[in-house]
């Protein structure tokens, strides 16, 4: 009788750990691609990514639920978090917008960014899930890097790859392609030495 129900808990344990890694993936998935969808300036491509995001969030909070695992709000940036999105309501309550299309836009955007750090803090715990999640953003930043070089060899033929003279890979802005390179840039160094010590 007692194998039987270590067997029963090993499975579910296991169970748990394999829905853990198909979320961390699905997750991995939303942090690599937004670089290469002209890095999320433009409605269409937001709208897509809001689809998925706030889709992966009920999945992960199902996840949780079956659990018994609740969501832990006890960092200083989860309650600041949660009083940014306050402030782009409040102009609605208030009917002081400019603009009541962009105002809601604005609200769906940081909610987006918001439960993504939810969902990045909690595995973010687990050191090789750190790892994974800086490496996933260090890959994305390296492709996205290549295509520019190529783009600007006359390898690939994107539109805006290059403007003017400045590689701009698929952000179609150069300064935040360079913003989001030298960010990675140091998140590498960073890895590097902490690597070494």
């Not at 961390?24 to 709208?47: A, D, N, R, S």
């Not at 009083?83 to 917008?97: D, E, S, V």
């Amino acid at each position: 009788m007692k194998v039987r129900k270590l067997d029963k808990q090993s499975k579910t344990k296991i169970n748990a750990q394999n829905k853990g890694m198909v979320l961390f993936t699905l997750l991995c998935i939303l942090l690599f691609y937004p670089p290469f969808f002209k890095g999320l300036f433009f409605q269409k491509e937001i709208l897509i990514t809001h689809i998925l995001s706030f889709g992966l969030f009920i999945i992960y909070l199902v996840n949780k639920a079956t659990r018994g695992e609740k969501i832990k709000l006890n960092t200083p940036f989860d309650y600041i978090g949660l009083l940014f999105i306050g402030a782009y309501i409040l102009p609605i309550i208030f009917r002081q917008w400019a603009d009541l299309r962009e105002a809601m836009g604005l609200i769906l955007r940081y909610t987006n960014f918001y439960v993504v750090y939810l969902m990045l803090k909690d595995y973010a715990g687990e050191e090789k899930y750190m790892n994974w999640i800086l490496d996933i953003f260090i890959l994305s930043g390296v492709v996205t890097a290549i295509i520019g070089l190529l783009g600007a060899g006359g390898y690939v033929n994107l539109q805006d790859v290059v403007l003017g003279n400045r590689i701009s890979s698929t952000f179609q802005y150069p300064n935040t392609l360079a913003a989001f390179l030298m960010t990675l840039f140091f998140i590498t160094i960073a890895k590097q030495i902490k690597r070494d010590l």
